[in-house]
């Protein structure tokens, strides 16, 4: 009786064991799962507050940061306000390129430590800026500004006859005179347009200059470019040109001498008669004159 008591004993102590140490596994991956994985490592990374336009100087109030992913922050993303602003936060730093709200402030879209603002650092990579004389008619009466988008037309004489053609399309605005701000207060007029424009581009201006008149037309936001447009030409316009001819009425007037043949608005040349008496008779087909 005893070695069978002390069968069961030991039988109950590693039931009890197995049973402590399954409940104990379980334990151990319930808390394994409920702990979040730790995410990517961030870096704080200075971004625009609200849109910075072209001109603008960069200040703290414009400013705040925004965790960044470490592998992933743009090159020339400022992580301390000392890098931007310098160790008093008192550099003056001009903004380039226009800054969206909650874009990272990149070294190339500023200007350096002391750096005046510059038509050449608001260049695109490979651009060129050309200006060339407007009027308030070609200029569209004032309302093209810095960072619009127009096509140019070229209207000149060729063989004797008007022509106008759409030599460039898309191209941006980077200056009306000497305004190169975006946020134009109303319409205002100037004599002297400056383009954005590549090599060949800037060749097809400084051509056109000299071939004829250069006019703009604005285009809207977000417009595609459609295909080369025909140019149009003076004889086209033709019917358009036509004055409306008035009815012509024609009287016959026999006079002592002479008759004549009167047109209204007009009279033909008189051809002598032998003298009679003055009369007066009704043209062929024609209403007789008072």
């Not at 702990?35 to 200075?46: A, H, I, S, Y």
């Not at 849109?51 to 705040?64: E, S």
């Not at 070294?107 to 490979?126: C, H, P, T, V, W």
């Not at 009279?267 to 024609?286: L, N």
Request: glycine share 8%.
């Amino acid at each position: 009786m005893r070695i069978v008591a002390i069968l069961v004993l030991v039988f109950g102590i590693a039931l009890a064991g197995g049973a402590i140490f399954f409940a104990s596994k379980y334990y151990d991956e319930l808390q394994a799962s409920m702990v979040r994985p730790e995410g990517p490592k961030t870096v704080r990374v200075l971004v625009a507050k609200q849109a910075l336009k072209y001109g603008a100087i960069v200040k703290p109030d414009n400013l705040q940061w925004v965790e960044w992913p470490a592998g992933a922050v743009p090159p020339g993303a400022y992580t301390s306000v000392e890098e931007l602003l310098g160790e008093k936060g008192d550099q003056r730093r001009i903004v380039m390129r226009t800054i969206e709200p909650g874009e990272p402030i990149l070294q190339g879209k500023i200007s350096k430590f002391g750096e005046s603002d510059r038509m050449a650092m608001n260049l695109g990579a490979g651009m060129r800026a050309v200006s060339f004389s407007i009027n308030a008619v070609s200029g569209v009466s004032g309302f093209v500004a810095a960072g619009d988008h127009v096509d140019i037309l070229l209207t000149r004489t060729l063989e004797g006859s008007l022509i106008s053609s759409v030599v460039l399309q898309d191209i941006t605005i980077i200056a009306v005179d000497q305004r190169t701000n975006y946020e134009a207060r109303g319409p205002r007029l100037g004599s002297t347009v400056t383009v954005e424009v590549d090599t060949r581009q800037a060749q097809i201006i400084a051509l056109a200059k000299r071939l004829g008149e250069l006019s703009l037309t604005l285009r809207g936001f977000g417009e595609a470019v459609g295909e080369d447009l025909k140019p149009v030409t003076a004889d086209e316009l033709s019917d358009f040109q036509k004055p409306e001819v008035a009815p012509v009425k024609q009287v016959r007037v026999r006079r002592a001498g002479e008759v004549k043949h009167v047109i209204i608005g007009a009279e033909t040349e008189a051809i002598a008669k032998p003298a009679e008496e003055p009369t007066e008779e009704p043209a062929d087909e024609a209403t007789p004159a008072n």
